[in-house]
């Protein structure tokens, strides 16, 4: 299939350029042409900014059923985790592919082209295997196929309630007894065009020191990504040097986890002995702004992170939102309200963070930018609403980052293909209901 896209206006990764045409062939783009004043005859026709479509580094999908109920009153992750366990009991592979379709649906109506999903919902209540041992994993990858996005499955481990202790009941759904056991499993899930299987160490609470190096190694054997949840709570810090004398960073570091292939999450209760690791490794950070303030983590050090090496990364994680320039704007102004002082980041910078390191971590290196060769997966941000309206931007993406949101997305194309058009996703067309729907179903 050739189609020809012409853009308003676009941003070629460090400036805004008008009139620019994007030739595609067979989901990619094969040419960018700057000067094309007007619409190429038969030209696809997008108004506004268009950008590389965004890439939502960190999710769990069925945590968007929660929005709306764990914001009531007070209290700190862990009771916002008690919250969460009830939700996962209920989902089964039928009710999971619902929620998940209209969750993605959701992402793709916000720009989002790519999702890495942190996959460690396995097994029905009580921790018996489905017929399919990855019915779970296989429902995520059949939703963001009909939602219209691409997924890295970043299938979990998770085999401990707390530095070797047991499961706990309502985690028996989430383990599969042993890191080899694990690996067996997540084995047999294949990679396609639009999908990547990567590897998760959930946290170094939940994978026993001795079997960290058996996910690690399947990620190394087929280069595929890994991600982890790390030094997100204190407590995780005090229990992890408790058991084993060292921060969590140190033992993963020990282990063999870091590296460039590597994602560590959120990262945010971090030594300057921690950093340093981080860094020199090329271990990557994936920062979760709308998350960690829901969840009162705490602030990352995202900035000495990213200056000692480590590319950063954004994801939406439980979906308080769903918006990816709220992520890389809150990036930003929350280090300016953590020092009172302003510019930690450039607009370009924290839309590369959103877009191409973002694809990166995703294990899709090629992503994420407007060139030739790159995926036609592209957003168009509208500049005509109450936030975007005035000057047409000349410089830079500062009106992306800076006053957009997932409201004023206008088109989403994914592999050369319409998934939202004007607005409207184009195979879930009311979102809403859909969404409505499927979060209903998880309460009756």
Not at 325 to 342: I, S
Request: hydrophobic share 45%.
């Amino acid at each position: 299939m050739q189609v020809t896209y012409w853009l308003e206006h676009a941003w070629l990764g460090v400036h805004v350029e008008p009139g620019v045409a994007l030739d595609v062939t067979d989901g990619r783009v094969t040419a960018v042409r700057t000067g094309v004043d007007t619409p190429p005859q038969g030209a696809e026709v997008l108004r506004g900014l268009t950008v590389p479509g965004l890439a939502n580094a960190h999710s769990h999908a069925f945590h968007r059923a929660l929005r709306g109920t764990v914001q009531v009153g007070s209290g700190t992750f862990w009771t916002w985790r008690e919250v969460m366990y009830t939700v996962a009991q209920r989902l089964t592979p039928d009710s999971y592919f619902a929620l998940a379709r209209a969750v993605y649906a959701e992402m793709a109506l916000a720009g989002i082209t790519a999702v890495g999903e942190f996959h460690y919902l396995h097994h029905a209540p009580g921790g018996t295997a489905y017929d399919d041992p990855n019915a779970m994993g296989e429902a995520l990858i059949a939703a963001a196929r009909e939602a219209g996005i691409r997924i890295t499955l970043l299938d979990t481990a998770y085999l401990s309630s707390g530095f070797g202790a047991a499961p706990e009941p309502h985690q028996l759904r989430f383990t599969d007894g042993t890191a080899d056991a694990w690996a067996e499993r997540v084995s047999a899930l294949k990679e396609s065009e639009d999908v990547r299987i990567g590897a998760a160490i959930h946290s170094v609470r939940a994978v026993p020191a001795g079997q960290l190096s058996t996910v690690a190694r399947w990620a190394q054997d087929r280069e595929a990504p890994l991600h982890v949840h790390l030094s997100e709570q204190t407590a995780e810090n005090d229990a992890c040097r408790a058991a084993h004398g060292m921060t969590p960073t140190q033992l993963l570091a020990e282990h063999g986890v870091l590296g460039a292939r590597t994602t560590g999450v959120h990262n945010t209760h971090m030594t300057d002995a921690d950093i340093a690791l981080i860094g020199s490794s090329s271990t990557g950070t994936c920062m979760c702004p709308t998350t960690e303030r829901d969840l009162a983590d705490g602030i990352g050090p995202a900035v000495a992170l990213q200056r000692a090496g480590s590319p950063l990364s954004l994801g939406s994680d439980s979906h308080a939102v769903i918006d990816l320039l709220e992520e890389a704007r809150a990036m930003e102004l929350n280090e300016r309200l953590r020092t009172r002082t302003r510019g930690h980041w450039t607009a370009a910078a924290l839309l590369r963070a959103a877009t191409a390191d973002g694809h990166a971590a995703l294990g899709r290196p090629d992503a994420g930018t407007l060139e030739a060769g790159a995926p036609a997966d592209f957003t168009t941000l509208a500049l005509d609403s109450v936030r975007t309206a005035g000057p047409v931007p000349r410089l830079g993406a500062e009106t992306a980052v800076f006053a957009a949101t997932a409201a004023d997305v206008r088109h989403t194309v994914v592999a050369g293909r319409h998934v939202v058009r004007d607005g409207v996703h184009t195979s879930v067309p009311d979102t809403g209901r859909a969404l409505a729907d499927a979060i209903a179903a998880l309460r009756d």
